[in-house]
């Protein structure tokens, strides 16, 4: 399927937790991307919702934490930057890539359980960069951390 404007507007992951928004696409055969062995998949990421202009993903708490008991701040960092990077991914199209050139993130606040949602808004979608704010909630919607990633894209 070729990706165009038209039908862009909400890929979904095909996974059974995934909350569809529209039909499902399945955005790793789209993009060509197995996430077997990857950060991806270690962390036990689940992407929600895909398009250029918005991602949302989401991890669970144990397994990603730091020795205290409390969600990593790297794993919110990996969420972030992956969703941004999928969106960006979802701007350029599938004849381009993308990588992340800059990455900040301010953690606000714990998380000791359940799960954190990433929600990736563009800022810029330009020919060749894309930025995006990310905001990860924990269950109770508390923000627990604000990202920020630039996105160069290739070729």
């Known amino acids: ?3 165009t404007p038209d039908n862009i507007a909400r890929m979904t ?3 059974a937790s995934a909350t569809p928004s ?3 696409i399945d955005w790793k055969a789209l993009y060509g991307v197995d996430t077997t062995g990857t950060l991806f998949e270690r962390m036990e990421m689940e992407l929600l919702e895909l398009a250029p ?3 949302v993903g989401r991890i669970p708490v144990k397994g990603n934490t730091q020795p205290a008991g409390l969600l990593h701040g790297g794993a919110s960092v990996v969420l972030a930057e992956t969703l941004g990077s999928l969106a960006a991914q979802a701007h350029a199209g599938p004849d381009k890539k993308t990588v992340g050139i ?3 993130a301010t953690h606000h606040r ?3 359980e359940g799960y954190v949602t990433g929600t990736a808004t563009a800022i810029h979608l330009g020919r060749t960069t894309a930025s995006y704010e990310i905001v990860i909630t924990d269950d109770a919607g508390k923000r627990v951390c604000t990202a920020r990633l630039t996105c160069l894209i290739l070729g």
Do not use: H, Q, Y
């Open 1 to 3: 399927m070729e990706v």
């Open 110 to 112: 714990g998380a000791r």
């Open 53 to 55: 202009d918005r991602a």
């Open 102 to 104: 800059e990455v900040s």
């Open 13 to 15: 992951d095909t996974s």
């Open 22 to 24: 529209g039909p499902a």
